[in-house]
């Protein structure tokens, strides 16, 4: 299944955008990964 590579790629995206945030939770939403992030700055 494509799901878990999916996920993955999602984590990475979020992390290298602003490595100060962490993801707390992930949704699929019509395709798209959705994030939700929490600033820890």
């Known amino acids: ?3 878990a ?3 993955t790629f999602c984590e990475l995206t979020a992390r290298l955008s602003n490595r100060k ?3 707390i939770g ?3 939403e019509d395709g ?3 994030l ?3 600033n820890v700055s």
């Open 5 to 7: 590579y999916f996920w």
């Open 26 to 28: 992930m949704q699929k």
């Open 36 to 38: 939700f992030h929490t």
């Open 21 to 23: 945030w962490h993801i």
């Open 1 to 3: 299944m494509i799901n």
């Open 32 to 34: 798209i990964c959705k």
